[in-house]
Nanobody, 120 residues
């Protein structure tokens, strides 16, 4: 099986920075697209950023120029560097990876989420 574990969340002041990490472990053959989603209080989950296995990235308009997604393929880890944080970035952040196990078709796996709170 596969397990995704996020870390790096916490409380930060507006204008500050946080770096999230998500490590995938288990019987992994390949990791394809790696994503960060977030779910603000009382709202639906939304895509924040994505990175393909080739390194192409995509961002939500609300975070462009402030957030950077990156990955370390050797460690099956995806990162989200969040700069110039705003109160509206407050949410539970989830990683979502497309992973292939052995000869099975690729499928998506979610992490358990990490809370990010931006407040003075």
């Amino acid at each position: 099986q596969v397990q995704l574990v996020e870390s790096g969340g916490g409380l930060e002041q507006p204008g500050g920075s946080l770096r999230l990490s998500c490590v995938a472990s288990g019987s992994i053959f390949s990791v394809y697209t790696m994503n960060w989603y977030r779910q603000p209080p009382g709202k639906q989950r939304e895509l924040v950023a994505a990175i393909t296995s080739g390194g192409s990235t995509n961002y939500a308009d609300s975070v462009k120029g402030r957030f950077t997604i990156s990955r370390d393929n050797a460690k099956n880890t995806v990162y989200l560097q969040m700069n110039n944080l705003k109160p509206e970035d407050t949410a539970v952040y989830y990683c979502y990876d497309i992973i292939r196990i052995g000869s099975w078709p690729p499928q998506g796996y979610w992490g358990q989420g990490t809370q990010v709170t931006v407040s003075s």
